[in-house]
């Protein structure tokens, strides 16, 4: 079946400090993937996608590359700031019809 | 715009009692699905629908009901309800799924159960 892997953390970097979040994948087929975010006592919110190898997906000044040879999607920015402090999901959606499959999360603290 | 919205947010329940989460949404979307959050395990698939009548089990649909009679409602029930169901409860809604125009899910804000 399909499974997601992510680092789960958590991670604490400064202010203005560079994001990486490692996710890795494993699915048949051609997946689509995601970054979904979620601020604290809120729902997911989507970050980005990449539907096909090679695409990028950016938001926010967060982006994400989709590596088929390398079944991963890791999710980087440049600069964080306080405010990017959240829960943040990789997810893959398969070729069937049962939704998204989600990463355990990783939970990133930006200190000022 | 209300998107995806769930009721109750929070609710305490005794062992053996039975509840309903409510969710609705009012975007059209054809496609909805029901998440339990747990710490360290993620969101897992409990039900899913792609449509008016139709639902299927997702991952974890042990001691969960659904149905859907109509494309805007997606109700979750705990017919009896465990401690094993404290957890966080995420609806969600899509246009479609796998290849089906806008992928985005668009989820409702959350339940938090507790079973004591």
């Known amino acids: 079946g399909n499974s997601v892997t992510q680092m789960e953390g958590p991670v604490t970097l400064s202010e203005e400090a560079f994001l990486t979040i490692n996710c890795t994948y494993t699915a048949t087929g051609y997946p689509s993937l995601f970054w979904y975010v979620q601020y604290p006592g809120e729902g997911l919110q989507l970050l980005l996608k990449?539907?096909?190898?090679?695409d990028k997906g950016s938001n926010k000044g967060f982006e994400a590359t989709y590596r088929k040879e390398t079944t991963s999607f890791h999710l980087e920015k440049g600069s964080v700031q306080v405010s990017d402090s959240a829960v943040y999901f990789c997810a893959l959606l398969g070729g069937g019809a049962d939704g998204l499959t989600f990463g355990k999360g990783t939970h990133l603290i930006i200190q000022p | 715009n209300a998107g995806v919205t769930q009721t109750p947010k929070f609710q305490v329940l005794k062992t053996g009692q039975s509840m309903t989460l409510q969710c609705a949404q009012d975007?059209?979307?054809?496609?909805m699905s029901w998440y339990r959050q747990d710490p360290g395990m993620g969101l897992r698939l409990i039900h899913y629908s792609v449509g008016a009548g139709i639902t299927d089990q997702g991952e974890v649909p042990n001691g969960y009901n659904v149905s859907r009679s109509t494309t805007e409602d997606f109700p979750l029930r705990l017919l009896s309800a465990a401690p094993s169901q404290t957890s966080v409860y995420f609806c969600?809604?899509?246009?479609?799924?796998?290849?089906?125009?806008?992928?985005?899910?668009?989820f409702g804000q959350g339940t938090r159960l507790t079973v004591v």
């Open positions: 975007m059209n979307h054809e496609y």
């Open positions: 969600a809604s899509s246009y479609g799924w796998q290849g089906a125009g806008n992928t985005e899910a668009f």
């Open positions: 990449a539907t096909k190898a090679d």
